[in-house]
């Protein structure tokens, strides 16, 4: 197939799926098409089959909002006619999706019957996608979708709960390459990160407020009085500076340490032992299948998809959004030398259900299906 992908192209869960879905893709056979308006962060190679397309946005004095979906519209509409291209799948609905219905509507008229396949991601539904001015473009642009996804069963319910959806919505949950999230031998870079031996508590985001790093913060404050430990918290965003005020003003010191936004996140979740995901909303929690693919527990909150993913009791545990002291008590728990080890193989094992090469297959069955529907 001919595929074109349309996606947040910088650090982010939605952009990091769809790029690593390419690439999946790519590797099947399939010739895939980026449409963004830069490189994806991790498309940094060169691959016979993947292709892409930046698009370029005029700029005018009149504009004080360039208008991009128009210029995404319009490079969809040349790259499905001159690469001829069979489908369009759009990777957060805002406002990939509308700007795919116009492109649709506009190779119409050339002749060209194009399906698009909307992949929700989370805060396209929950955060950002519900504010009155966005829900009925929403709305509309995923009803006129030909197929859509979602990446988890909550998700799918927050979906239908928040919208007037009249279409079949399909759960493909997100997926993580086990070649590249592997635990690696960082022993070195565990002995200077941790010169005592302590235990690695670490957090990767965007550090915006649903993330709720404060909890992070707090969680290890109390836990660190009771088992040696240091906090590294990776990722970049409006959260950072406020969290490096917080923890300066709780005397945290060299403990916790903000290393700012990194590529080869692998070789940190490699030396951690013990992931914390406290957001307020999750629609599934990319980075935690990251960190127990690295055979690392995760202690997350219960909302949102995290319960798909974390599993209370064997791959870590899940508490109630700002339940700071079940966090510790259960962080305490896993840490102990006796159960760590066994949280780690769980973390793993479950891991793997959802490694790329069982998920991406979901996808192009998907794209069959609607395919065959057109
Ligand atoms: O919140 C983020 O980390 C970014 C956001 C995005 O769209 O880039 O992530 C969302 O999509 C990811 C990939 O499907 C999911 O794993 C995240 O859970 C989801 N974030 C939220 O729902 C808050």
Same mark, same amino acid.
């Given at each position: 197939?001919? +595929?074109? $992908?349309?996606?947040?192209? !910088?650090?982010? @869960?939605?952009?990091?799926?769809?790029?690593?879905?390419?690439?999946? /893709? *790519?590797?099947?056979?399939?010739?895939?098409?980026?449409?963004?308006?830069?490189?994806?962060?991790?498309?940094?190679?060169?691959?016979?089959?993947?292709?892409?397309?930046?698009?370029?946005?005029?700029?005018?004095?009149?504009?004080?909002?360039?208008?991009?979906?128009?210029?995404?519209?319009?490079?969809?509409?040349?790259?499905?006619?001159?690469?001829?291209?069979?489908?369009?799948?759009?990777?957060?609905?805002?406002?990939?999706?509308?700007?795919?219905?116009?492109?649709?509507?506009?190779?119409?008229?050339?002749? +060209?019957? $194009?399906?698009?396949?909307? !992949?929700?991601? @989370?805060?396209?539904?929950?955060?950002?996608?519900?504010?009155?001015? /966005? *829900?009925?473009?929403?709305?509309?642009?995923?009803?006129?979708?030909?197929?859509?996804?979602?990446?988890?069963?909550?998700?799918?319910?927050?979906?239908?709960?928040?919208?007037?959806?009249?279409?079949?919505?399909?759960?493909?949950?997100?997926?993580?390459?086990?070649?590249?999230?592997?635990?690696?031998?960082?022993?070195?870079?565990?002995?200077?990160?941790?010169?005592?031996?302590?235990?690695?508590?670490?957090?990767?985001?965007?550090?915006?407020?649903?993330?709720?790093?404060?909890?992070?913060?707090?969680?290890?404050?109390?836990?660190?009085?009771?088992?040696?430990?240091?906090?590294?918290?990776?990722?970049?965003?409006?959260?950072?500076?406020?969290?490096?005020?917080?923890?300066?003003?709780?005397?945290?010191?060299?403990?916790?340490?903000?290393?700012?936004?990194?590529?080869?996140?692998?070789?940190?979740?490699?030396?951690?032992?013990?992931?914390?995901?406290?957001?307020?909303?999750?629609?599934?929690?990319?980075?935690?299948?990251?960190?127990?693919?690295?055979?690392?527990?995760?202690?997350?909150?219960?909302?949102?998809?995290?319960?798909?993913?974390?599993?209370?009791?064997?791959?870590?545990?899940?508490?109630?959004?700002?339940?700071?002291?079940?966090?510790?008590?259960?962080?305490?728990?896993?840490?102990?030398?006796?159960?760590?080890?066994?949280?780690?193989?769980?973390?793993?094992?479950?891991?793997?259900?959802?490694?790329?090469?069982?998920?991406?297959?979901?996808?192009?069955?998907?794209?069959?299906?609607?395919?065959?529907?057109?």
């Amino acid at each position: 197939m001919k +595929i074109g $992908i349309v996606c947040y192209p !910088t650090f982010g @869960g939605s952009g990091v799926v769809a790029t690593e879905l390419g690439k999946g /893709l *790519a590797k099947n056979g399939h010739q895939v098409h980026f449409i963004t308006y830069t490189q994806p962060a991790r498309l940094d190679f060169f691959n016979e089959n993947i292709f892409y397309h930046e698009v370029n946005i005029a700029s005018y004095p009149l504009f004080q909002y360039p208008p991009y979906e128009s210029a995404l519209a319009g490079k969809m509409v040349d790259v499905v006619k001159y690469e001829k291209l069979d489908l369009l799948h759009v990777h957060y609905a805002i406002p990939h999706a509308t700007s795919a219905f116009l492109a649709k509507q506009i190779l119409k008229c050339h002749g +060209i019957n $194009i399906p698009v396949i909307t !992949t929700l991601h @989370g805060t396209d539904i929950t955060i950002v996608g519900k504010d009155a001015s /966005l *829900a009925p473009v929403v709305t509309f642009s995923i009803n006129e979708s030909d197929g859509v996804t979602t990446v988890s069963e909550d998700l799918r319910k927050d979906t239908y709960e928040a919208f007037e959806i009249r279409k079949e919505i399909e759960v493909i949950p997100n997926f993580v390459d086990l070649e590249r999230f592997k635990k690696q031998r960082k022993e070195h870079f565990k002995r200077i990160i941790c010169p005592n031996d302590e235990k690695l508590l670490v957090h990767t985001s965007n550090f915006r407020k649903v993330k709720r790093i404060e909890d992070i913060i707090q969680v290890f404050a109390k836990l660190k009085k009771q088992i040696p430990s240091k906090l590294l918290l990776v990722g970049d965003g409006p959260e950072r500076g406020p969290m490096e005020q917080l923890s300066r003003d709780m005397n945290l010191g060299e403990d916790v340490r903000f290393v700012g936004k990194l590529d080869a996140i692998e070789e940190v979740l490699s030396v951690a032992d013990l992931f914390l995901m406290p957001s307020e909303k999750e629609s599934f929690g990319l980075a935690a299948l990251e960190a127990m693919a690295c055979e690392v527990p995760v202690i997350s909150s219960n909302t949102g998809g995290l319960p798909e993913l974390n599993v209370q009791g064997v791959t870590g545990f899940l508490s109630n959004v700002g339940d700071v002291d079940d966090m510790v008590k259960n962080a305490i728990y896993i840490l102990q030398d006796e159960n760590l080890p066994t949280f780690k193989a769980n973390a793993l094992a479950r891991a793997q259900e959802f490694d790329i090469t069982n998920i991406v297959p979901m996808y192009e069955r998907h794209y069959e299906k609607v395919l065959e529907g057109m």
